[in-house]
């Protein structure tokens, strides 16, 4: 099993700043692609970013040119650096990875979420 825990979350003024981590830990063998999704109330979730092992990124239009996603593939980690939020924005954030376990096909995995609440 593979395990991923978010960190990073809290409430920030529209146009400031924050930067999410994860990290997964468990039986890794491999992962190939890292990610954030994000859900707001009421709304489906939708993806943020996606990253590979080498380093090709995914940007969703809505933040693209305000987020960076990156990762460290030897600590198997992978953060999200935004830049001027705004209220918009506000949602609960997901780290996401497509990854095999020892003895395990691969599948996704999802962290537990962590809240971003941007105010004006």
């Known amino acids: 099993q593979v395990q991923l825990v978010e960190s990073g979350g809290g409430l920030v003024q529209a146009g400031g700043s924050l930067r999410l981590s994860c990290a997964a830990s468990g039986r890794i063998f491999n992962i190939n692609t890292m990610g954030w999704y994000r859900q707001a109330p009421g709304k489906q979730r939708e993806l943020v970013a996606t990253i590979t092992t080498g380093d090709t990124t995914n940007y969703a239009d809505s933040v693209k040119g305000r987020f960076i996603i990156s990762r460290d593939n030897a600590k198997n980690t992978v953060g999200l650096q935004m830049n001027s939020l705004q209220p918009e924005d506000t949602a609960v954030y997901y780290c996401?990875?497509?990854?095999?376990?020892?003895?395990?096909?691969?599948?996704?995995?999802w962290g537990q979420g962590t809240q971003v609440t941007v105010s004006s």
């Open positions: 996401a990875a497509d990854a095999w376990a020892v003895l395990v096909p691969a599948k996704w995995y």
